[in-house]
């Protein structure tokens, strides 16, 4: 059992609730982000996960496993290693928290229990690539310059995937099919996007980002460089913009879950929210 247990119990109130319009009304503050070298520190502990294997696999143990974040019967789920050369010896487990605590006190007494385990899980190896769809409705007049509607196709693994994001996919689907039907003929492109990989560290848009818009800098440091291109992506400075940098004049994202859309996230970006303000008086 890897998770030293809390003195959590079963909640009586549900775990989330809708938020009121006056949570939202509050909800427009903008804090300026402050670069940290904390970051960079995150990084160099990124291998945690390759760490405790080898622990585990020294102290002789079969499988593992962790108790949920969260009470209430809930399961987050995790994943530590995907890549074909980045792979965990020992099997884990992730038990409803109240059933971790009692697991954990009953380990305490004289009538320790036995475990049965059963793990039904493999790597899929046929195509190890993640690919994103993209789709055009093409431009007449300023087909160079393009809008960009996206979501991901992904799903995390302790969950059917409906809410995070299948609902976001069909949104953007729907909207493209809804232009087509009206036969809309817009003076830029728009260009249709479900990602891939998101789930493991947005490696879909993250690679048309690399690839069509924007690069940053190595860090300069060869054992950080070392790391996947996405792992100290956000630590990287200055962004470079390619060619294509100019060309796209509009990105909504769409993976806040389902339910009606109550407003327009800036997701830190200060500059996108006076244009939304605008457009919307
Ligand atoms: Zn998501």
């Keep these: 059992l890897i998770t030293t247990p809390n003195n959590g119990s079963e909640p009586t109130e549900p775990a989330f609730r809708r938020l009121t319009d006056e949570d939202l009304a509050g909800r427009t503050a903008y804090n300026q982000p ?10 160099r502990e990124a291998d945690f996960a390759s760490r405790l294997d080898a622990f585990l696999q020294e102290e002789g143990a079969v499988a593992f496993v962790r108790m949920s974040q969260r009470d209430g019967a809930l399961l987050h789920g995790t994943g530590s290693g995907y890549r074909m050369d980045d792979q965990r010896r020992t099997p884990g487990f992730e038990l409803a928290a109240e059933d971790y605590r009692r ?12 475990l049965e385990l059963m793990s039904e899980v493999r790597f899929h190896e046929e195509d190890l690539n993640a690919n994103n769809i993209l789709a055009d409705i093409p431009g007449t007049s300023r087909s160079g310059e393009y809008v960009m509607a996206g979501a991901h196709l992904d799903s995390w693994v302790a969950s059917d995937g409906a809410v995070d994001n299948a609902a976001g996919s069909v949104v953007v689907m729907e909207a493209a099919r809804i232009l087509r039907a009206l036969g809309v003929r817009p003076k830029r492109t728009i260009r249709f996007a479900l990602w891939n990989g998101e789930e ?13 818009l924007a690069t940053r800098a190595p860090l ?62």
């Design 103 to 114: 697991l954990a006190r009953l380990a305490q007494t004289d009538a320790a229990p036995a």
């Design 34 to 43: 402050t670069h940290s070298h904390s970051n960079t520190d995150r990084l």
């Design 220 to 281: 300069g440091d060869a054992q950080l460089d070392a790391l996947p291109n996405n792992r100290t992506w956000r630590a990287r400075w200055p962004i470079q913009p390619r060619d294509g940098h100019g060309d796209l004049v509009a990105y909504f994202n769409m993976d806040n879950g389902s339910g009606r859309i109550r407003g327009i996230n800036a997701e830190g970006n200060i500059a996108a929210a006076a244009v939304f303000e605008e457009w919307f008086a």
């Design 200 to 212: 493991q560290g947005l490696w879909g848009s993250l690679a048309y980002v690399d690839k069509y």
